[in-house]
Each structure stands twice: as structure tokens, then as C-alpha cells.
């Protein structure tokens, strides 16, 4: 299904990015896999499937000119792109009256600006290798937030955004941009924060996984600016 295809996941090194990583490379696809968790990273590298892949580690995604040099250091070694999982992000949780900007800069830099910066740097080398596909990560808290996580849910309605401008913008460059919305993802994190949690309504990395493999593969080559509710 992506044989000869080259695709940058991001976040390899945690839970989703992982589990990405995996399914993309058992059908053929050379992983990128980008995480600044290099032991972590290079371990999930040397499981997957397949020959080829790369683990980089040395590149912030929160700084627009590394993200560039990762793209740059990708078409130097590869040849080509073909599109992006994007996995990086962040939760945080807080009272207004109690939470700082810091927070907000927090959520923003994590789940926004990650994204855009990804995206920006790959979408001509995408164009380059004759099209593809963008797929990251938003929430059901972009739909609809509950209390305390205003921050979160704000930033995460705004890769859903993104996302829908960028799939009208893109279209005519034969690339498709489409999010997933995770409810609660079953990680060991989720399950040390929450350990009274009914966990059998959560929906697992691998899950998650599988909705952005699907988005990013020629099965979906009529699915464009969706956001996709996993859970």
C-alpha cells in the first residue's frame, strides 16, 4: 500500500507516533521518524519493519528554520516525500484564575505551532514528488471542552482549523490534509493520571494509528479537510 513511499511521522517516539510508525513501515512505507527522545526513537526505529528508515532526533519542530533543515536532510537523503503523520502534542490541564500564560504557550507551541511548521516545510516537497498527504492530530475537546482544559482545547481547535484552510488551500497541489480526533487514548500516562478511569470506553495508540494510516494512504484519495472522531 506505500511501497516507495516516504513518510515523516512525528512524535515517532511516543505512544501514537509509535504505533504509526509501525503500521506504515509493515506496508511498506520508509519511515522518518522524528522525536527529540533519541534513545526511545531509535529503539522504535530498529523494530520496524523493512529497511530505510531514519531516526532523527537532532531537529526542534517549535523552531520553523530546523524544521526546514529536517526536510532539507530528508530530500538529500530520500529523494522525495510523500507526506506526514503528525503525532506531537501536548495536554495540560487548569483553573483560569490559577493558570499562568505560560500554559497557553505551552499548548500552543505543542500542538499549533509543531504543526504548521511541519507542514509549511514539507508541503513543497510534497508538491515535488507529485502529491500526497498531511494528517495530524486534534481532539474531541476541540469540539466540544469541558472545564479546566481551556488551553488544550483552544490549540487543538485550532489544528482543526488548520487543517480544514489548508486541505482548500492544497487541493490543486494534489494534497489531501486531514485530522483525527482522539477521545481519551489509553496510554500508561492516561492510566497514572486517571487510575479510576473506565478505560474501556478509551481508545488505544494503535487505533489511532490505523484512522491515520488509512487518511494518508491512496485508499483515501477522495477523503480531504475531514476530522476524523477515533473513539
Known amino acids: 500500500m506505500f511501497a516507495g513511499k516516504v513518510i515523516i511521522v512525528t512524535g515517532a517516539a511516543g505512544n501514537v507516533g509509535s504505533a504509526l510508525a509501525a503500521i506504515l513501515a509493515s506496508r511498506g512505507a520508509r519511515i522518518i521518524a522524528v522525536d527529540t527522545v533519541k534513545d526511545r526513537l531509535e529503539t522504535v526505529v530498529?523494530?520496524?519493519p523493512?529497511?530505510?528508515?531514519l531516526a532523527l532526533s537532532a531537529y526542534n519542530l517549535m523552531d520553523p528554520a530546523a524544521t526546514e533543515a529536517l526536510v532539507a536532510h530528508v530530500i538529500a537523503t530520500t529523494g522525495r516525500l510523500d507526506g506526514v503523520g503528525t503525532t506531537v502534542g501536548g495536554f495540560a490541564m487548569g483553573k483560569l484564575a490559577e493558570t499562568g500564560l505560560?500554559?497557553?504557550e505551552l499548548m500552543f507551541n505543542?500542538?499549533?505551532k509543531t504543526t504548521w511548521n511541519i507542514y509549511r516545510a514539507a508541503t513543497p516537497a510534497i508538491?515535488?514528488?507529485g502529491g500526497g498527504a498531511l494528517v495530524g492530530i486534534g481532539s474531541v475537546a476541540g469540539l466540544k471542552a469541558g472545564a479546566e482544559v481551556a488551553a488544550y482545547a483552544a490549540t487543538k481547535a485550532g489544528v482543526m482549523r488548520l487543517t480544514?484552510?489548508?486541505a482548500d488551500e492544497l487541493r490543486a497541489s494534489h494534497i489531501r490534509v486531514n485530522a483525527v480526533l482522539p477521545t481519551t487514548i489509553d496510554t500508561p500516562q492516561n492510566r497514572?493520571?486517571?487510575p479510576d478511569a473506565d478505560t474501556s470506553r478509551w481508545v488505544t495508540p494503535a487505533e489511532v494509528g490505523e484512522a491515520m494510516a488509512f487518511l494518508l494512504s491512496a485508499a483515501a484519495s477522495?477523503?480531504?479537510g475531514k476530522l476524523l472522531q477515533v473513539g
Request: hydrophobic content about 45%; proline content about 0%; charged content about 10%.
Open 192 to 194: 497514572a493520571a486517571m
Open 46 to 48: 530498529a523494530g520496524l
Open 102 to 104: 505560560d500554559q497557553w
Open 127 to 129: 508538491i515535488r514528488s
Open 164 to 166: 480544514e484552510s489548508l
Open 110 to 112: 505543542l500542538n499549533i
Open 222 to 224: 477522495g477523503v480531504n
Open 50 to 53: 523493512g529497511t530505510g528508515h
